[in-house]
């Protein structure tokens, strides 16, 4: 059940990465003056702190439910850092959000 869980969490982030590509709202950002260093960084930190919140109460109900299996937590919590970059760099593939 947690990996289905965990799997909307990558379809989430490429729609809206898709759909600001759509619209062109990256490049209209870029025109305003931010950078694109800036641009990334912002959208990844807070893709990383998306993907952290579901984890932490997948943490706390697995730990209060006594289902816990040790040493989980920590792919847990790398998790975010494997899967945003790995979202990002595929969600080039696609034009479209439904397509994704």
Request: hydrophobic residues 55%.
């Amino acid at each position: 059940m947690v990996g289905v869980a965990l799997s909307m969490l990558p379809c989430a982030m490429i729609s809206y990465l898709l759909k600001e590509r759509m619209d062109s709202l990256k490049h209209m950002q870029l025109v305003s003056g931010m950078s694109l260093p800036a641009y990334w960084i912002s959208n990844m930190i807070a893709d990383i702190v998306k993907v952290y919140i579901p984890i932490i109460l997948i943490i706390i109900l697995s730990v209060l439910l006594n289902c816990n299996y040790p040493g989980v937590w920590i792919v847990f919590m790398l998790l975010p850092w494997g899967l945003v970059p790995f979202t990002y760099v595929t969600s080039f593939l696609f034009s479209t959000d439904s397509n994704a």
